[in-house]
Each structure stands twice: as structure tokens, then as C-alpha cells.
């Protein structure tokens, strides 16, 4: 059988197989199954397509995957806190607190601080587990937190904005933690273990779910007082809800934060807790540092983010797409601005600006800080989202300027870090020598009482304090940078005084470690003190200034 086409014979072929050419029509009949298209090597999983949309989502979307990669450069970045035995004396005074808790003391009765006590709860479980000696669970406690944090931050960003907003966002939060001077940075202290619930109080109330909302900004106060900031921006959520879901809202915003803080004042003791938590701080508010030594010292710290912010800049545009805020979250950029004005006023209490208060400034400064990268005028070839990108190499990209974009921000943070590798405590010699020598001069279980600014002798040494106060802060009212006309037996807490002179006399500690040479508040300046000194006790060492006395006959 032979057909024409085109003019040629083609033997053999059925007609119905042949193509329509020149005009013929081919007659009617079941056209043959089409041949199986060969697979494209650039298709396979995990690669996407053009022509399969999901396929081309980048698996960097996955909340698991991003926590992965936060949960890394948390604890790279935090990485050199473990080269150090502690950065600062706030972890002396928890590390000493958590001991006396350990041993049965009572919160705000046989150990007293102005601070909510979540944290010393938290140091107490760690040394619970490892014993007293060293602090690397809090430390691991510590990176677990910032990735906490992280990911909230994250996850909130994808509720506003959407999900390729997420992974910037808590990139950025990971690297602004690390800006600060490294002793603030690297601390195991309270901000660090407050951010997760200041960030997981906001997520909750831009999903409309305030009790939650509620119970993570309770555990954020039961950490740090600063950590209440979040209500102002949570209660704006509240009155801008719908009318009749409004009041419902606000009673369980209010439920969630005062039942925890009523439930944790009934356990310590109403008067206790109200006392150090709320009322103890009068005279130390009232005693701030210069103007000049104010701005000077925030001036450096807020210097320092804004590093990390220029150096992550140019990356950011290489992962954003254009975002818009969704319908009910509408009014989120006037939200996300009421929560950094209400940690900066969290910030600026006391007037002291040490650095670690400024953490509390991360999470809404990285948030506000990709919203207003990705509203910034873009290149034309920048139009298309990260998300259309297939595989993990094309969501980053492969020009030069992202691989400059990249080079910038990993310097960056790798330089902070590396500074911190370098740094060590102020005085770190210092304390370890004390403490050397108080052991060396008492025996494990005998009291010591310390008359300075450094508590961590007492935890260093692995000596109970002889006292409830466990700095001359409490006593003096001095503190770094404040105002040394307004340090005094008469600025003390309420009452200290007298509870120090009652306890001196119960049980007299072992040794005194006069730690006041060159300051505000020498021995010799407090009377009662210093005649129980000259009394009952000898000096038997003086080392790097500070002098140890030893009681007769212990």
C-alpha cells in the first residue's frame, strides 16, 4: 500500500498516521498515544519546574528547615560564650541565688533581688542536672532561647507578610543579637531568656489569639519587668478587632497575663513580691548617669546594630519579594513601631543604657528593618519573588551580587563574633583570684560575706554568702554609671540595713572580702560594718586590692 504526500511515495504507512500536508485532510481515526517525554535532567525532587509551580517552592520555606538554620547560627554566634567561666556579675548573682535556692533557701526572703524570679528558677534546674560548677546548660539554655526567638520573629513575619518574608526576618534577628559589646552579648542573663516570650506574645496576638498572647507576655514580666513592653501594641490589636470580638479578646489578653503573675505572687508571698519586683528600685531609678555619659554610651550600642543592618542590607533584596501587609493585618507597620517605642522606653529605665538592655530592641528592629527593605524601589531584574526560584542555590542566586550581598553579611557577623572569641570579662582575672584565695582561706560550707560589685566570688569559690544582699548595690544604691552623690547607707533598699545587721549577728561569716578600694563606697564610710570588721576580725591577704579578713578562731 503506498500513499502520496507531498509528492513523495511512503510505503508501508497507514494513512490516518500520516500528517495533513499541502491542503489533504487525513481521514478519520484513533490517533497513536504520544511518546513519553524524556525527563529534563534539571527536574527532579526537591528542584521544581517551570511547568509545576509547587514543585518550584524552595524547600528554605519549611518552618522545620528554618529552624534548623536558626538553631546553627544561634549557636555560632554564641558560640564563644562557652570559652569564658561567666561575662558578667549578673550571672555571679544568679549563680550564687540558684545555690542558696538549691539548698533550700526561699525566694525574696533567704535570697532577694529586684528581678522577677524566673531565671534564678532556670539557673537552679540547670545546676539541679549539672551541679554548680559550671554554667554551659545555662549557656545551651541561652542559644535555645535566641533560636526561640528567632523563630517567632520568623513565623510572625510569615503571618503579615507571608512566608518569604520568614527566614530573613529571623536571620536578622540571629545577627543584631550579636552586635552588642560582647560581655552583654554573650551573658546568660535575664533579656536573653525574655526575648522568646516578648516575640511568641506578639505572634499569638497577630493570629488573634490573645490568651496565649496573654500567658506569653506573663512569662515575659515573670522574667523582667521590661518584658510587659508588648502590652501597648497587643492592646492596640485588641481595640482595633472586630466590635464584638473586641471585649472578648481584651478579657482573655487580661486573664492570660495577670492569672500567672497572681498565681507566682501567692506562691512567694504577696508583700515579698510586690516589694522587690515593683517597689525597690525608687532610689535606684531616681539616681541616673549624666546626660553627656547617656547619650555617649547608647549612642555606641545603637552604632554597633546599625553595622549589622548596613552590612545585611544588600542581601536582604536578594531574598524579598515586594510584601504587603495582609487585610486584617493591615495597620501591622504601625503595630510593629508601638512595640519598638515600648522596648525603648523598656530600654531607657533607670537610664543606665548597659548594653544588654538593648536586646529587647532586636526582634522589632529586624521586623521593621525587612518591611522596609522590601518596600524600597527595586531593580527590574530584582521583580521576581525568591518563591518562584527553584532549589536551595537559585533562591539565593548565583550573580555577583548576591554572592557580594552574601560575602557582606557573613563578615560582618563573623567579625562581632570573632571580637568575642578575643574578649573576656572586665576584671575576670580579678574575681578568679579572689576567689582563689577565699577558698583557699575557708573551708566548703563556711559563710562569706563580700563587701563589692562582683557576687560571682561567691559562686567562683563555691562559698554560701553570708548575707541575703549579695552586692553593696543593694546597700549603697551604686551601681555602674550612676551618680556617685547618690550613693549612701540612706539610698539603700528599705530596711537592708537592719536585716544585714540581724543576719551579721545570727551567724557570723567566715571570712569578709573588702572589695571597695577606689570606690564610691569604702568600708570606712559605713560605720556598723566597719567596727564589726576592726572587732571580730584580722586580714590575712590583700589580692588585687581587694582585702580578706578572717574571723578569730574560725
Known amino acids: 500500500m503506498a500513499t502520496v504526500a507531498n509528492g513523495r511515495v511512503a510505503r508501508g504507512r497507514p494513512v490516518a498516521a500520516l500528517a495533513v500536508t499541502a491542503g489533504t485532510v487525513a481521514p478519520p481515526g484513533p490517533r497513536p498515544a504520544p511518546a513519553p517525554e524524556r525527563p529534563s535532567r534539571r527536574t527532579g525532587p526537591g528542584t521544581g519546574s517551570r511547568s509545576d509551580p509547587r514543585a518550584s517552592r524552595p524547600r528554605l520555606h519549611h518552618p522545620v528547615t528554618q529552624a534548623a538554620i536558626l538553631l546553627a547560627l544561634s549557636l555560632a554566634v554564641r558560640a564563644p560564650s562557652f570559652r569564658r567561666p561567666f561575662w558578667s556579675p549578673d550571672e555571679g548573682y544568679l549563680g550564687t541565688e540558684a545555690v542558696a535556692l538549691h539548698h533550700g533557701g526561699r525566694m525574696y526572703a533567704d535570697v532577694v533581688d529586684r528581678k522577677p524570679p524566673l531565671v534564678p528558677w532556670l539557673y537552679e534546674a540547670c545546676f539541679a542536672l549539672t551541679g554548680p560548677g559550671t554554667l554551659w546548660l545555662v549557656r545551651v539554655c541561652a542559644v535555645l532561647a535566641l533560636t526561640v526567638t528567632a523563630v517567632f520573629v520568623a513565623r510572625l513575619a510569615a503571618v503579615a507578610w507571608g512566608r518569604s518574608a520568614a527566614l530573613p526576618a529571623g536571620v536578622l534577628t540571629v545577627a543584631l543579637s550579636a552586635a552588642l559589646p560582647p560581655p552583654d552579648a554573650m551573658a546568660a542573663t535575664f533579656e536573653i531568656f525574655m526575648l522568646p516570650a516578648t516575640a511568641a506574645a506578639m505572634y499569638y496576638g497577630a493570629r488573634h489569639r490573645f490568651l496565649a498572647a496573654g500567658l506569653a507576655l506573663a512569662v515575659a514580666t515573670l522574667t523582667k519587668q521590661v518584658g510587659l513592653a508588648p502590652l501597648l501594641p497587643l492592646a492596640v490589636m485588641v481595640l482595633t478587632s472586630p466590635r464584638r470580638r473586641r471585649l472578648r479578646h481584651g478579657a482573655a489578653l487580661a486573664a492570660g497575663l495577670l492569672l500567672p503573675i497572681a498565681g507566682c505572687a501567692l506562691l512567694l508571698g504577696v508583700r515579698p513580691f510586690v516589694f522587690w519586683i515593683f517597689l525597690s528600685s525608687g532610689s535606684y531609678a531616681d539616681s541616673p548617669q549624666s546626660v553627656a555619659a547617656m547619650c555617649g554610651h547608647a549612642a555606641g550600642i545603637l552604632l554597633r546594630l546599625a553595622v549589622v543592618l ?4 544588600p542581601l536582604l533584596p536578594r531574598l524579598l519579594p ?6 486584617q493585618l493591615s495597620s501591622f507597620d504601625g503595630v510593629l513601631l508601638l512595640w519598638l517605642l515600648a522596648s525603648a522606653a523598656g530600654v531607657s529605665a533607670g537610664f543606665r543604657f548597659y548594653g544588654h538592655y538593648f536586646l529587647q530592641l532586636v526582634p522589632p528592629l529586624a521586623l521593621l528593618a525587612v518591611r522596609a527593605v522590601s518596600a524600597a524601589p ?6 521576581r519573588a525568591p518563591s518562584q526560584r527553584g532549589g536551595v542555590a537559585a533562591w539565593f542566586g548565583r550573580s555577583r551580587a548576591t554572592a557580594f550581598a552574601v560575602a557582606c553579611a557573613v563578615a560582618v557577623c563573623a567579625a562581632f ?12 582575672g580579678k574575681s578568679l583570684a579572689v576567689a582563689s584565695a577565699v577558698d583557699g582561706y575557708s573551708k566548703p560550707g563556711q559563710r562569706v560575706f563580700l563587701w563589692g560589685m562582683h557576687p560571682e566570688v561567691y559562686w567562683l569559690a563555691g562559698r554560701p554568702a553570708g548575707s541575703r544582699y549579695l552586692t553593696a548595690g543593694l546597700l549603697t544604691n551604686f551601681s555602674g554609671g550612676a551618680d556617685v552623690h547618690r550613693v549612701g547607707a540612706r539610698y539603700a533598699v528599705p530596711g537592708a540595713w537592719a ?3 540581724r543576719e551579721l549577728a545570727a551567724a557570723p561569716p567566715c571570712l569578709v572580702v573588702d572589695d571597695s578600694a577606689g570606690t564610691p563606697y569604702p568600708l570606712a564610710d559605713y560605720p556598723p560594718l566597719a567596727r564589726l570588721v576592726d572587732r571580730d576580725y584580722l586580714p590575712v591577704a590583700v589580692v588585687q586590692g581587694a582585702r580578706i579578713y578572717r574571723r578569730a578562731g574560725c
Request: aromatic content about 0%; overall charge positive; some cysteine.
Open 499 to 501: 536585716g544585714l545587721r
Open 310 to 313: 548596613a552590612g545585611c542590607a
Open 378 to 383: 527595586r531593580h527590574p531584574r530584582s521583580k
Open 322 to 327: 515586594r510584601l504587603r501587609a495582609r487585610r
Open 417 to 428: 563574633t570573632a571580637g568575642a572569641l578575643r574578649s573576656q570579662p572586665p576584671e575576670l
